[in-house]
Antibody, heavy 122, light 109 residues
C-alpha cells in the first residue's frame, strides 16, 4: 500500500520560501509510469495543481506559478520536495502531495498525502 | 483551453440519482477523473477513464463522456455521498498541465 506524507513548517513569513517534503512509502518514486505532484487548496476553495516531477525526472509547473516554484526529488530517500518562493498571504493553503498514475490519455491521482496547512500571515 | 467548469452545487434526495457535469475543450482529447472530498479529508478518486472505479468505490458511482462534457452519476445517492466532487483532466497545451474543475457541492436531502 503506497502512502505519502507531507512535512514542513506550518507557518512561513511573507517574502520567504515555503519548503515542503513528501515522503513516499510502499513504492519507489522511480517506478515507471508515475508522476509525483503537489496540489494545494486555499481555505474553502477548490484544488489547484502546482506541478509534478516524473519517475524519469522530468518536471513541469503550473504556468500560473512558474518562476516561484521548484520541485525536486531525493531518490535515495524516496522523497520529493516543493519550494515556493516569495510567498504572500495568498499562498496560505493546504498543500497535498499525490501520486499520479499515467495512462497516456488520462491520469489518476490515486494516492494522496493527508495534506498540511501552511499559513502565511498578512 | 485549460479551463474546466462545473456547477457549484446540486442537491439530491436520498436514494435518488444525481448527475454532475464537467465541461472543457480538453475533455475532447482527455478523459476526466473524478474525486470526492469530504471536509477535512484529502480527495479520493472515485471514477476515471471511460467508466472505471478503483477498488472499494461503490458501483453507484459511474462516469461518462460526450463531446466536451464529462459526467459523474451517483445512482441511489446515500447520505455518505454528501461531499465536494472535482473533475480533473489534462490541458491540451504544451506539456499537458493538469487541471481541476472548481468543484460541485453535492447535498443529500
Amino acid at each position: 500500500q503506497v502512502q505519502l506524507q507531507e512535512s514542513g513548517p506550518g507557518l512561513v513569513k511573507p517574502s520567504q520560501t515555503l519548503s515542503l517534503t513528501c515522503t513516499v512509502s510502499g513504492g519507489s518514486i522511480t517506478s515507471a509510469g508515475y508522476y509525483w505532484s503537489w496540489i494545494r487548496q486555499h481555505p474553502g476553495k477548490g484544488l489547484e495543481w502546482i506541478g509534478y516531477i516524473s519517475y524519469s525526472g522530468s518536471i513541469y509547473y503550473n504556468p500560473s506559478l512558474r518562476g516561484r516554484v521548484t520541485i525536486s526529488v531525493v531518490t535515495s530517500k524516496n522523497q520529493f520536495s516543493l519550494n515556493l518562493s516569495s510567498v504572500t498571504a495568498a499562498d496560505t493553503a493546504v498543500y497535498y502531495c499525490a501520486r499520479e498514475d499515467d495512462y497516456g490519455d488520462y491520469g489518476t491521482f490515486d494516492y494522496w498525502g493527508q495534506g498540511t496547512l501552511v499559513t502565511v500571515p498578512s | 483551453s485549460s479551463e474546466l467548469t462545473q456547477d457549484p452545487a446540486v442537491s439530491v434526495a436520498l436514494g435518488q440519482t444525481v448527475r454532475i457535469t464537467c465541461q472543457g475543450d480538453s475533455l475532447r482529447s482527455y478523459y476526466a477523473s473524478w474525486y470526492q472530498q469530504k471536509p477535512g479529508q484529502a480527495p479520493v478518486l472515485v471514477v476515471f477513464s471511460k467508466n472505471k472505479r478503483p477498488s472499494g468505490i461503490p458501483d453507484r458511482f459511474s462516469g461518462s463522456r460526450s463531446g466536451n462534457t464529462a459526467s459523474l452519476t451517483i445512482t441511489g445517492a446515500q447520505a455518505e455521498d454528501e461531499a465536494d466532487y472535482y473533475c480533473n483532466s489534462r490541458d491540451t497545451n504544451g506539456y499537458h498541465p493538469r487541471v481541476f474543475g472548481p468543484g460541485t457541492k453535492v447535498t443529500v436531502l
